[in-house]
């Protein structure tokens, strides 16, 4: 029965927890003027290879300044490359709170709005095959000129936290079954440690 839940141990220790992102990068690494006085930033959206994106699935780029009121201005189009059905939809505000698994890493400014891009209903599944994926581009039009600081955050079934072009740089988020699996083996340990100290 020891050696059993020594081998669990093991394994149990050894398991690591699946992790997912989605990558912002700004194109050119700056906005461009729009000669409206307002600035546009287009980024190029990418799910990281170990991530499985569902209808209803979502990531939010949190705190962007100066984010102009217009829905034309904010807009989500597929990447040409994906194959399927896929409708992306684009919401702003701060209606959008951090996922559970990234709240202690975004602190959200309700006085400076939200984007959050959200695969449809209707859409297929967005399943990469072991590489990151294209998904496509997010336009968004600013007030604010210069290169904003990002934070995203994403809630998907593999879950995650996104990071590109960010200050302070987030790293991706460990599932609660990791530290459950990794909890049960110390115990495990712990247990078999205690029995051979009483043996001698």
């Given at each position: ?104 890493l975004i602190v959200d400014d ?91």
């Amino acid at each position: 029965m020891l050696k059993r839940l020594l081998v669990l141990a093991i394994l149990l220790l050894s398991a690591t927890g699946a992790r997912a992102a989605v990558f912002l990068n700004l194109q050119n690494g700056a906005p461009t003027a729009n000669g409206s006085g307002g600035f546009t930033y287009t980024y190029d959206a990418s799910l990281a290879g170990s991530a499985v994106l569902d209808p209803g699935d979502f990531f939010t780029l949190y705190d962007f300044v100066g984010l102009s009121g217009n829905v034309s201005d904010t807009s989500f189009v597929a990447d040409a490359g994906l194959t399927g059905t896929f409708t992306f939809g684009v919401t702003s505000g701060n209606t959008s709170p951090p996922p559970p698994h990234a709240k202690f890493l975004i602190v959200d400014d309700p006085n400076v709005p939200n984007v959050t891009v959200t695969l449809g209903a209707l859409s297929d599944s967005i399943v990469p095959s072991g590489k990151n994926l294209p998904l496509g581009t997010l336009t968004l039009t600013s007030s604010f000129g210069d290169t904003q600081l990002l934070k995203v955050a994403s809630d998907f079934h593999v879950e995650g936290i996104g990071t590109a072009n960010i200050n302070p740089t987030l790293g991706p988020v460990p599932e609660p079954s990791t530290y459950t699996l990794m909890a049960l083996g110390l115990l495990a340990v712990g247990a078999i440690s205690y029995r051979a100290r009483n043996r001698s």
